[in-house]
């Protein structure tokens, strides 16, 4: 009898635990074995999702108690929804999220290397390593980089009405803008490697409005330090082809959603496709949500959890 029930445990239970829970495994000629995983893509929610840079900002420590009531894994913390950098504030925040089971998925900052000013390109460079540093304290392993753009349209609100085209500085090229930028990464490339963050560039107009742009500084950096952040809302114009491009190489997803309507444009993104997309490149990494409609975040946040969440299981 016990021979017998060793053996179901043994042939039917442990067979069937393997398929479950072991990733697939292919044996090749010369036996040797490959382990192919399947994708493992994990939930995360942007703070930006709370606060749309207009009225009171929306607290960080809001947002990890958000998140852990929707059972999500992470949050992508917008480093202007902070309350400051004192080591005091990042410590509540670190135990506030290790009490909820959250993660610090990225932190998304703001800089622009994309300008002749010698000053204030170099202000831009040692900002971005403070905040590298800054998300090593934090716990934080990944941190969006921006290239920066031309400076020649007034507002961003007119920049949107442009569909995020604007015209080059006069006197300049579009190359001379790429040099900028690819200069001032590899001088961050060294601090990212020392702090263990990873530096993710994202497709977020500018010369990243494209993804020929962003694969040419990513090309020109060939470093493990430096991937790219994919935006599935900031391609305005055929997005699924160009999506495909840069997700080879992404280290990091934001997943748009616009109920109620965009803040600035609406788009009608199609997620089952996307995750097929990110599927295919085999993305192990975060889908953080980052919604940007005019409902309420109370009620649209939510809705597009549960729609992502349907579309990763599909």
Not at 112 to 124: A, H, I, L, R, S
Not at 140 to 146: A, F, G, I, K, W
Request: one cysteine or more; hydrophobic letters at 35%; glycine letters at 8%.
């Amino acid at each position: 009898m016990k021979n017998s029930r060793r053996s179901f445990i043994r042939n039917g239970f442990g067979s069937a635990l393997a398929t479950a829970v072991l990733p697939a495994v292919r044996i090749s000629n010369n036996n040797e074995v490959a382990v192919q995983p399947k994708p493992r893509i994990k939930l995360s929610i942007s703070s930006y999702s709370y606060w749309h840079f207009k009225g009171e900002k929306f607290p960080v420590e809001k947002v990890i108690d958000e998140a852990a009531k929707l059972g999500v894994e992470g949050i992508d913390i917008l480093h202007r929804q902070m309350n400051g950098t004192d080591t005091k504030y990042i410590n509540e925040l670190k135990r506030r999220a290790y009490n909820n089971g959250i993660a610090f998925t990225c932190l998304s900052i703001h800089q622009g290397f994309v300008t002749p000013d010698k000053k204030e390109w170099q202000k831009n460079i040692d900002n971005t390593k403070e905040w590298i540093e800054l998300s090593a304290k934090m716990g934080v392993p990944c941190m969006r980089l921006n290239s920066g753009r031309w400076g020649t349209t007034a507002s961003f609100d007119e920049l949107m009405k442009n569909r995020g085209i604007e015209p080059i500085l006069p006197g300049y090229t579009e190359d001379d803008g790429y040099k900028w930028c690819i200069e001032a990464i590899q001088q961050c490339i060294p601090t990212a490697e020392q702090h263990g963050v990873v530096l993710a560039l994202e497709n977020h107009w500018g010369l990243c409005s494209t993804p020929e742009g962003m694969l040419r500084i990513k090309k020109a950096i060939d470093s493990p330090w430096l991937g790219l952040l994919m935006d599935t809302g900031n391609f305005l114009e055929n997005p699924y082809s160009k999506l495909e491009k840069i997700a080879p190489q992404a280290v990091f997803v934001q997943a748009k959603t616009y109920y109620g309507g965009g803040e600035w444009y609406t788009l009608d993104l199609d997620y089952d496709r996307i995750i097929s997309i990110l599927n295919n490149v085999n993305y192990h990494g975060y889908l953080s949500l980052e919604y940007e409609g005019k409902e309420d975040a109370a009620t649209a946040v939510p809705k597009s959890i549960a729609m992502l969440r349907k579309a990763m299981k599909e």
